[in-house]
Nanobody, 121 residues
Framework: QVQLVESGGGLVQPGGSLRLSCAASGSISSIYKMGWYRQAPGKQRESVASISRGGRTNYADSVKGRFTISRDNAKNTVFLQMNSLKPEDTNVYYC???????????????WGQGTQVTVSS
């Protein structure tokens, strides 16, 4: 099994910054793509950013130039640095880690517990 622990959310004023972290642990053989999603009440979960094992990144248009995704492969951890935050960035943020298990050799999709980000003055 795999456990994901998210941290770093909170309340910040418009224009401020936050850094989210998501650490994966357990019977992990390998992790390829890691990502962050967000979901507002009553809306569908949307992709914010993703990063391949080799460091190739992809961003939603709404966060390009403001958010930066990175990862530490040795620690199975993914980060999301969020700068120039706007009220419309207020959401619950979830990390997504598809991990290949050592026990089965099969990839499963894992989600973090979610962390609240609130941007308000």
């Amino acid at each position: 099994q795999v456990q994901l622990v998210e941290s770093g959310g909170g309340l910040v004023q418009p224009g401020g910054s936050l850094r989210l972290s998501c650490a994966a642990s357990g019977s992990i053989s390998s992790i390829y793509k890691m990502g962050w999603y967000r979901q507002a009440p009553g809306k569908q979960r949307e992709s914010v950013a993703s990063i391949s094992r080799g460091g190739r990144t992809n961003y939603a248009d709404s966060v390009k130039g403001r958010f930066t995704i990175s990862r530490d492969n040795a620690k199975n951890t993914v980060f999301l640095q969020m700068n120039s935050l706007k009220p419309e960035d207020t959401n619950v943020y979830y990390c997504n880690v598809p991990a290949v298990l050592t026990t089965t050799g099969v990839e499963y999709d894992y989600w973090g517990q979610g962390t609240q980000v609130t941007v308000s003055s």
